[in-house]
Each structure stands twice: as C-alpha cells, then as structure tokens.
C-alpha cells in the first residue's frame, strides 16, 4: 500500500501540517487588506530570519531567479567579479555572471571542500588597482554536503568598496546567518528548503553598499529591477509590483511563523543535532563521509557510495519500496555520492526511519555491515 513519501533530500523537503492547511484554502486577491496583512508580516519576519534591518524582496521564482536579480542588480556588464565554488551551485552563480557579460575570475575548489579563506584573500591582495568588484560565493552547498564560513569571508570585504553575494538558498533558515552584523551585501534564497515552504518563492536583502551599487548598474532588467519591489515594501508603490504567487505567500509566512514560536537558536540546534545524528549512523555501517568532516553541511550529509554497490539501485529501493527519497550526485559525483537531507520540517522518528531502510537497501544490495548498527548508533545520538 502506498504511503506518503518521505522527501530526506536537500529540497524540497516536507511540509509542516499547518502550511499544507493553508495551501488547500481557496485563493485570495493580492489587492487586499488581508494579503496586505500577510504580505507585511512575511516581510518582518524575514528579516528576523536574515537577521538585517534591510527590507528583503520576495519574488516568484526558483533560487536560481534570485542569483540572476542579485548578477543584475549589482554589477554591470564588464565588470570583474570573484566567483567562488565548491559544487554545483557555486558553478551556476559563475554561469549567471558570465551569461549577462561579467569577467569572471574563478575559484573552483576540489568538491568534498570548503574554500580557503587564505586562497581569497590572496587573490584579492594581487588586485592591485581594485577591479573586482564583488564576490560570488555559496554558503551551503547541497551538491557536496559543505557549507563555507561567510562570517570569514565577509571580513576580507566588510569595510571595503567590494561587494559579497550569498547564495543562501539551502542554509537560511538552518544555519546561523547574521547578514548585517557579518557585513554582507547580497543574501539570496529560496522557499523549498530550511524555510519549510513549497518551491515557488525566492527571497533577496541588499545592504546599503548593494542597493548604491543597484542605483549604478546598468544592467537591463525589468521583473528583476529590486528597485521596484523596495518601493512596493516602503509603500511608494503598490506592494507587491507584480501578481504574487499567492498560496506560496500565504503558505512560507505560516512556516516563518512556525521557525520564530521554536525559536531560530533552537531551530538551528535541532539542524545541527540531526546532522551529527546522521554522520554517526553513517560512520556505524562502515560508510565514509564525502566531505571533510570538520564542513560537512548540517543541511545534507554527503555520503561516499561502497565499493562494489550500484548506489542508484539503492536510492531507487528507497524511494520505491519504502517511500523515502534521498539524492544521488550530481554531475561527475553522479554514481559515487548519496545524499541524505535532513533540513526544515524533519524530526528524529524520519531519521531513524531513513536508517532503517537504508540497512534494509544496501544489504539487498550486497553491502556487508552489522544490521542495526546505523540504527542504534542514530538513536544513541538522539536520544
């Protein structure tokens, strides 16, 4: 019999029951006292959320919308730009920047590590004549299963004319970001993941060295220009500028409201707890981590595949006979790699479950280990 799926993958992940409650109400019109409502208190809460004091734009679109609004936004065409990746998503931030005519100078590191704050450090103490003008960097990068330490790299341009932009799409709202206090100009993220929302919604904050750098560039945009969402938010203009994607509105300001009554410290503990729990039941069935351990993302544990096992028969044994679904590699990890997210609306019984199908798909694949050691060592870890 058919159960309902357990998505443990980096996003988009589970629905707390009263944002599915919302999403089933019938539609309400955006130019409306109650949307209006709504809309603000979204916008308060975001803040809380991002820790800034800056208004934050919501717009419909996948996270990758906002990373092009953040390109646009801050640069114009032929200007330089340091793009830092650690995986895949890393890539595309550079992608986005060189499609709309950005030199892009580029800092790949080896996939399974964080970036050396020593290596940018270094590249931008040989910029002489201060032609970068910003840098594009990923917080947590769910290809890898690596987060990177912006507070450290917000040090290299806090009180300088360089612009840092963050993709936060899998970390805000499972790991600690304070976006003014750390000094960062551009936060982007996405409604599908730590927020606890459906996919539908991204989310971008500039300080005010983003929103100058905004008033400069000359990139062409329209649906993009932040400009006009701002207006919107200071009531200059109507609020928002566009047709929103309503129920996704109505749907992740139920859910921030859920992040701020557990409180975000304890949201953020409970991230990490699993995370820890998960990488010990890993380590218990003699499976090896993919990243080093000291990065390893508390969003999603990046798992090497054994040797001798077709790790896609195991994911699909998942998905297939216990309805759970975990993520594979991407790219050149593909076939190498597992996966397994346990960020946003996600609690201990899911884990144990997850571990206990997991056991149950590598020994049908041929993995030797002592059943119910994954298990025991995630209960252990807590309980």
């Not at 992940?13 to 309400?28: A, D, S």
């Not at 030199?103 to 050396?116: A, D, Q, R, Y």
């Not at 330490?149 to 499972?174: W, Y």
């Not at 508390?298 to 195991?314: L, N, S």
């Amino acid at each position: 019999m058919q159960k309902e799926k357990l998505l443990m993958t980096p996003g988009p992940t589970m629905l707390p029951p009263e944002v599915l409650e919302v999403m089933r109400r019938q539609i309400i019109h955006h130019r409306t006292a109650d949307f209006e409502k709504t809309w603000d208190e979204l916008h308060e809460n975001l803040k809380c959320v991002f820790k800034t004091k800056q208004h934050v734009m919501t717009m419909a679109s996948s996270g990758t919308g906002a990373m092009e609004a953040a390109v646009v936004n801050l640069f114009s065409p032929g200007d330089k730009v340091l793009a830092v990746s650690i995986g895949a998503f890393g890539d595309r931030f550079a992608d986005i920047a060189s499609t709309f005519g950005l030199e892009v100078i580029k800092l790949s590191v080896e996939w399974g590590k964080s970036v050396n704050i020593r290596d940018i450090r270094e590249i931008l103490a040989d910029d002489i004549n201060k032609e970068i003008k910003g840098i594009l960097i990923t917080h947590n990068e769910t290809s890898t299963g690596v987060s990177n330490d912006i507070e450290a790299v917000a040090a290299l341009t806090k009180d300088t004319e360089r612009l840092l932009a963050v993709d936060a799409i899998s970390s805000m709202g499972g790991l600690e970001f304070k976006m003014d206090e750390w000094g960062v100009d551009c936060v982007v993220t996405g409604s599908q993941k730590a927020l606890m929302a459906p996919p539908g919604l991204s989310f971008i904050a500039l300080s005010e060295k983003g929103w100058s750098a905004c008033e400069k560039s000359k990139m062409p945009r329209f649906y993009w220009d932040l400009r006009k969402y701002r207006k919107g938010l200071e009531k200059i203009s109507e609020n928002p500028p566009y047709t929103p994607a309503i129920t996704a509105v109505l749907a992740q300001a139920e859910a921030l409201k859920l992040m701020l009554e557990e409180g975000l410290d304890n949201v953020y503990a409970r991230h990490k707890k699993f995370a820890l729990a998960v990488q010990k039941g890993i380590k218990a069935l003699g499976l090896e981590l993919f990243p080093d351990e000291e990065v390893s993302s508390y969003i999603v544990t990046a798992v090497k595949a054994p040797e001798g096992v077709e790790i896609g028969k195991v994911i699909k044994m998942l998905n297939n006979r216990f309805d759970i679904m975990i993520a594979g590699g991407q790219k050149h990890l593909k076939g190498k790699i597992f996966r397994i997210g346990h960020c946003g609306y996600v609690n201990e019984f899911d884990i144990i479950k997850t571990f206990a199908a997991l056991e149950q798909s590598l020994a049908a694949a041929g993995f030797a280990f002592e059943q119910g050691a994954g298990v025991k060592a995630v209960q252990a870890a807590l309980f």
